[in-house]
């Protein structure tokens, strides 16, 4: 293991664009938002402070998680390495709760101007939709941000959770760096139409959730609770009767990992980095140790047997529970 976590981290390319990462990147939603309790502020920029020391240069926020908390957290984090890393923030959710989105053109500006400052940089790396706005036209928005790069305060255009003909759209208007969509080992369905639309048209996948919120990571069993305010209590798939019916990813997991003296999490991670070479999970932690034990996925090279063996085993496992509950799936990203 510990070879796994002394590896240097690799860089990959988000798609045909220039936009240069670390294999993995770090989901910073978790460290004040949606999980039922906010990480203390100090060990938080600690925390990023190390994943940068450790090689990490992509990080995840975006105006809603708080709101407003965790930009303004990692802003302050990273402002030592301006420059040296990337922050990928989102708009499109309504702050002020009269609605749920909003991807108006004149509110993705007024976004971005806000998000410059708590995040104290002079530019935006990537810019993503954080969920499609079914009022809004997706070239409106394209165009939106289209206009910020033009002015210097976006670089790269991102959408998450949007379908083929959304990202054919927006694509058309301004290019798209990126696409940020669920994606793991229990959560497939990109692998029908996404991830073939993305290799044609050279965008990059940012998987969020790449250890399914946490379980295959195989800390979880039927005991499992979570606070009332932890999203994760109102997942179907993560409900007692489930998690019991899902420990069969675990185990899969587990038996590659012990052969490869690596830990499910890992495994996980690497099955991932290895469907294509511009796909850039971004695990989400508050925990030294699951940092540096997600970053150690990177060096886990599993041979076209392994990875054939896991797509036929997983392939035999039906996931029991839906993704999320009822509306949820539309206000929460991880």
Not at 66 to 95: C, H, M, Q
Not at 112 to 127: C, G, H, P, W
Request: glycine residues 8%; proline residues 5%.
């Amino acid at each position: 293991m510990n070879k796994i976590m002394e590896a240097k981290m690799q860089k990959r390319q988000l798609g045909n664009s220039n936009l240069e990462v670390s294999a993995v990147g770090l989901g910073c939603m978790g460290m004040s938002f949606g999980y039922g309790t906010i990480a203390d502020k100090k060990e938080m920029i600690y925390l990023i402070h190390k994943a940068v020391e450790s090689g990490v240069t992509f990080f995840d926020t975006a105006e809603v998680y708080g709101p407003y908390i965790n930009e303004e957290l990692v802003g302050e984090a990273l402002s030592p390495f301006r420059g040296k890393v990337v922050i990928a923030t989102k708009f499109g959710f309504d702050t002020t709760g009269v609605s749920a989105l909003d991807s108006r053109p004149e509110h993705i500006k007024q976004v971005a101007e806000a998000s410059l400052k708590r995040l104290k940089v002079e530019v935006i790396d990537l810019f993503y939709q954080h969920r499609v706005d079914p009022n809004v036209p997706i070239e409106d928005v394209a165009g939106a941000v289209k206009d910020l790069i033009k002015e210097g305060k976006v670089k790269h255009f991102g959408l998450s959770e949007a379908g083929v003909q959304i990202i054919r759209s927006a694509h058309k208007e301004q290019p798209v760096t990126a696409l940020q969509s669920e994606y793991s080992l229990w959560w497939r369905e990109p692998e029908a139409e996404i991830i073939p639309t993305l290799e044609e048209l050279g965008i990059g996948f940012v998987p969020f959730s790449p250890l399914g919120k946490g379980f295959l990571t195989g800390k979880m069993d039927q005991n499992t609770t979570f606070d009332s305010k932890d999203f994760r209590s109102t997942t179907p798939r993560l409900s007692p009767e489930n998690i019991k019916k899902n420990l069969v990813f675990v185990d899969l997991l587990s038996q590659v990992a012990n052969r490869k003296n690596a830990t499910p999490a890992q495994i996980a991670l690497a099955w991932l980095l290895a469907q294509k070479p511009w796909i850039v999970p971004i695990p989400g932690t508050t925990k030294l140790h699951r940092l540096l034990e997600n970053l150690g996925a990177a060096a886990v090279e599993l041979t076209s047997e392994e990875l054939q063996e896991i797509n036929a085993a997983s392939s035999k496992i039906k996931v029991q529970g839906e993704r999320y509950s009822g509306g949820s799936a539309k206000l929460i990203n991880r």
